[in-house]
């Protein structure tokens, strides 16, 4: 940031920053009253603005818990051109539900994905709507103190750490530091798979975890390339050959598309990067503009490649007559460090299975 501007900020930080101090405080001192529920409610969140993965995150959840529980997944569908209480469905949109809790639902349709701006009339829905609901998982709610889970995950950005940054605007943090004392679960996200056993070690002192919090650490996992478009199949597409160079248009509507260009150079020719704010509701003008600097590209090995998340705010325009071939979204998926995954995944199965209907602790 300029140092011209910092000063004009100044105001501008302490009256957020006064608000989030004393509407925490507000809560801790149980003015504002935070809502629990009889099942269990997993939050997923984070205190930076900007991507952290948490998409990837909640469905690793999903598939932990989805064959054995009932679960229902709640966000407040951010960016929608909807109000109150809605239930995905079949025919849901980007615009009607958002981005997020669209790919959740095309993932796994089967399962209830629902959203409301308030998270405690959203979950009193949902468990009167469904009677053998067992879960609820929570999207982008560390903020959101009006309800209390049973278990808090704070996800922490590997590239972009607590320490040393500010609340907003001079920095990135939506509250400051001191409020992961919150979080029963933290998770650094973003960790290079090769990452050292030191610079672990480091990771670890500088999260500074409370002696009652869990710290994890996850990388990101990339998946096959996935055509975008549902006019078009992967037998109709021209096939990648992996021994080959391509150039790559590289569309994307999130907050941080370094990683994903990070991913693609070793594997590429060049990188066009054409970047597009967060969450940024793509119109057939954009469609129109992105085939252009395409065809523009020379040479024949060439394709266009977009994240999950753009591609189903993508899809629901209609196919131009020169639409390529070779537009695809690189599906992606979180593992977590050397035996990391089974301890997660046992203090997550372990809090459902005491806190759900069926045991003796929730009875009692």
């Given at each position: 940031m300029p140092k011209l501007?910092?000063?004009?900020?100044?105001?501008?930080?302490?009256?957020?920053?006064?608000?989030?101090?004393?509407?925490?405080r507000l809560f801790d001192y149980k003015v504002f009253k935070s809502f629990e529920f009889h099942l269990p409610v997993i939050s997923v969140g984070n205190?930076?603005?900007?991507?952290?993965?948490?998409?990837?995150?909640?469905?690793?959840l999903i598939r932990l818990l989805n064959k054995e529980y009932k679960l229902a997944f709640l966000s407040r569908g951010y960016k929608r051109k909807t109000k109150d209480f809605i239930v995905a469905t079949?025919?849901?949109?980007?615009?009607?539900?958002?981005?997020?809790?669209?790919?959740?639902?095309?993932?796994?349709?089967?399962?209830?994905?629902?959203?409301?701006?308030?998270?405690?009339?959203?979950?009193?829905?949902?468990?009167?709507?469904?009677?053998?609901?067992?879960?609820?998982?929570?999207?982008d709610a560390y903020q959101h103190r009006s309800?209390?889970?049973?278990?808090?995950?704070?996800?922490?950005?590997?590239?972009?750490?607590?320490?040393?940054?500010?609340?907003?605007?001079?920095?990135?943090?939506?509250?400051p530091v001191s409020e992961k004392k919150?979080?029963?679960?933290?998770?650094?996200?973003?960790?290079?798979?090769?990452?050292s056993a030191m610079d672990k070690r480091i990771l670890l002192l500088n999260v500074d975890a409370k002696s009652y919090q869990k710290v994890y650490f996850s990388t990101i996992t990339y998946g096959e390339l996935k055509p975008v478009f549902n006019a078009?199949?992967?037998?109709?597409?021209?096939?990648?050959?992996?021994?080959?160079?391509?150039?790559?248009?590289?569309?994307?509507?999130?907050?941080?598309?370094?990683?994903?260009?990070?991913?693609?150079?070793?594997?590429?020719?060049?990188?066009?990067?054409?970047?597009?704010?967060d969450h940024y509701s793509f119109t057939q003008k954009d469609v129109t503009s992105i085939i252009e600097k395409y065809n523009a590209i020379p040479g024949e090995d060439k394709i266009i490649v977009t994240t999950e998340k753009d591609a189903v705010r993508l899809i629901f325009?209609?196919?131009?007559?020169?639409?390529?071939?070779?537009?695809?979204?690189?599906?992606?998926?979180?593992?977590?460090?050397?035996?990391?995954?089974?301890?997660?995944?046992?203090?997550?199965?372990?809090?459902?299975?005491?806190?759900?209907k069926n045991s003796i602790l929730y009875k009692k």
């Open positions: 501007i910092k000063p004009f900020l100044y105001p501008v930080w302490l009256i957020y920053s006064s608000i989030i101090f004393i509407r925490n205190i930076t603005v900007g991507g952290t993965g948490k998409t990837p995150h909640v469905e690793y079949e025919q849901s949109s980007a615009i009607t539900i958002g981005d997020e809790p669209l790919q959740i639902k095309r993932k796994f349709p089967d399962m209830i994905v629902a959203v409301d701006r308030k998270r405690v009339n959203g979950i009193n829905k949902l468990i009167a709507n469904v009677p053998d609901l067992d879960i609820i998982v929570l999207d309800v209390s889970p049973g278990i808090n995950i704070l996800l922490i950005d590997y590239n972009r750490p607590l320490k040393g940054d500010s609340l907003l605007p001079l920095g990135h943090l939506r509250e919150r979080a029963d679960i933290i998770i650094v996200t973003k960790v290079p798979k090769d990452i078009y199949s992967m037998a109709s597409k021209p096939s990648l050959d992996k021994k080959k160079k391509y150039s790559v248009l590289l569309v994307t509507g999130i907050a941080d598309p370094s990683v994903l260009i990070n991913h693609f150079k070793p594997v590429s020719k060049e990188i066009i990067s054409v970047r597009y704010p325009y209609d196919a131009p007559e020169n639409m390529p071939d070779a537009w695809y979204y690189v599906p992606i998926e979180i593992e977590f460090l050397t035996n990391e995954g089974e301890q997660f995944n046992h203090q997550i199965l372990h809090y459902v299975k005491n806190n759900n």
